[in-house]
Each structure stands twice: as structure tokens, then as C-alpha cells.
């Protein structure tokens, strides 16, 4: 068990996402929201939503 959840440690590690990115990803699925009504929500830029 230990070795299970020290390999999906390291998978997750290399995906390096960010928090915002998390965030944008969970809204996408979550809520299926525009990158326009996203940026709004989480007070970012259109771009950097998009970007991401």
C-alpha cells in the first residue's frame, strides 16, 4: 500500500499544476463554465484562463 501511494505521490508531483490551474480544471469539469465566466469567477485574466 505504501508503495502504491508513493508512486501516485510521484505521478501527481510531475504534473506540477498549479493552484489556479486545479482550479480552473475542476470548474471545467465541475461546472462546464466559458474560460470568460472561469476568469471571472477566480478574479484572473481571459488570457491566462485560456493559456491554461
Known sequence: M??????????LKGFE???SEIKIYS???NE???ARQIAK???LSERIVREK
Open 17 to 19: 499544476l498549479t493552484k
Open 32 to 34: 462546464q463554465l466559458t
Open 41 to 43: 469567477k477566480l478574479g
Open 27 to 29: 470548474l471545467l469539469l
Open 2 to 11: 505504501e508503495d502504491l501511494l508513493r508512486t501516485f505521490t510521484n505521478v
